[in-house]
């Protein structure tokens, strides 16, 4: 018995269209996927669902679990990807390091509070 490879990620959201528009906006990508629904983002083999918080499966509670996305691109992004972050005024919770000090990630919150982690891969 084995698994597949990580196919959906759902994130709970309080506001699934304000976490469309961030993700969208920022990321540069489009929603689509199996489902072709405006709330879901495929990312290479894995499909990333916004989920209205309030259901059976993510009520709504005080003391809501975040999620940490992270994603790769070339050491030469990722200071891009720094400055791309700061001309949007997105909160940068951790700056990149000098070039050619492992690890490099910079890392910024969605508008729940959501980590966002862009690292450059060994």
Known sequence: MSLGPLARVELAC??????????????????????????RFVLGGVELVLRQRGDALFPLSSGDAGVLLAFTVPDAELERWHRRMLMARIAILDAPGPAGTPPRCLRVADPEGNVIEIFSAP
Do not use: E
Request: charged letters at 20%; hydrophobic letters at 30%; a positive charge.
């Open 14 to 39: 309080q506001d699934p269209q304000r976490q469309r528009d961030f993700y969208a906006r920022l990321l540069g990508i489009t929603p689509g996927g199996a489902t072709a629904t405006p709330l």
